[in-house]
């Protein structure tokens, strides 16, 4: 079997935010959103969204930790988490709470809710935002 090609990304904290951006996009523009129920209308397009705001995060955890692959092109969360719990327990948390809410009840399950939606977008961008910093202190 192949080795997988990884893609060197030069700027990932703007690329990380354009996943973000796109995310957004999907749900505006193809998630038919109902003010009365407070939810997306279809599941497909919260799915991607979900997917797009994980790999954010992975772009820029990527970034800032040197996270060992076992074979995978990504790790299993708990080796980033293990990572991450050496330098940031606040990132931690972040990246805990957007892997449930972003990958898992967004990407997977597709749960429609706005609410639930947006929380994975802001925990997206804090995420990358508090990965910036650290990238600034790194490579100054």
């Known amino acids: 079997m192949k080795d ?3 893609e ?3 700027d990932p904290v703007n690329e990380a935010r354009r996943y973000v951006e796109n995310a957004k996009t999907i749900l505006s523009e193809k998630g038919r959103f109902d003010p009365e129920t407070g939810c997306y ?3 497909k397009y919260v799915k991607a969204a979900g997917h797009y705001l994980w790999s954010a995060v992975l ?4 970034a800032v930790f040197e996270v060992k692959s076992q074979g995978q092109l990504h790790p299993d969360i708990k080796i ?4 991450i719990a050496k330098r940031d327990k606040k990132l931690l948390t972040m990246v805990s709470a957007e892997y ?3 990958h898992i009840t967004m990407g997977y399950d597709g749960n429609l809710s706005k609410a ?8 997206a961008n804090d995420i990358i935002n508090r990965c910036d910093t650290m990238l600034k202190l790194i490579h100054p």
């Open 4 to 6: 997988p090609v990884i």
């Open 59 to 62: 772009l820029i955890l990527d």
């Open 100 to 102: 449930n809410t972003a």
């Open 41 to 43: 209308g279809d599941s």
């Open 8 to 10: 060197i990304v030069v």
């Open 116 to 123: 639930t939606c947006m929380d994975g977008i802001r925990l």
């Open 80 to 83: 980033y988490y293990a990572e």
